[in-house]
C-alpha cells in the first residue's frame, strides 16, 4: 500500500475505487434498487433488473481503473 500511496496516479486510482463503493452504497441506502408497491420491475433490454445493471456497472468502473492505472501508470515495469 506504501508503494501505490506513493506517487499521485496510485492516490487517483484509490480513490476511484473509494468513491465508486461510496457511490453504490449511497444508490441502495437511497432505494435505486427498490421498486414501489404494485409496480413492474426496471428491466434493462428486457431482461436486467437495476440490481444487475448496477453491479454489471461498478465492475466496469473497477476494470477500466484497474487497466488504466496498470497499463499506463505502474511504477515497476
Do not use: D, K
Not at 486510482?13 to 465508486?20: D, Q
Not at 437511497?30 to 426496471?42: H, I, K, R, Y
Amino acid at each position: 500500500m506504501r508503494e501505490i500511496m506513493g506517487h499521485a496516479a496510485g492516490r487517483v486510482y484509490l480513490a476511484v475505487l473509494f468513491l465508486s463503493v461510496i457511490a453504490l452504497m449511497a444508490f441502495i441506502v437511497t432505494g435505486g434498487l427498490e421498486t414501489a408497491a404494485g409496480e413492474e420491475p426496471f428491466l434493462l433490454f428486457g431482461w436486467m433488473t437495476m440490481s444487475l445493471v448496477v453491479g454489471a456497472l461498478f465492475v466496469v468502473v473497477w476494470l477500466i481503473a484497474y487497466l488504466a492505472y496498470f497499463f499506463f501508470f505502474w511504477p515497476y515495469r
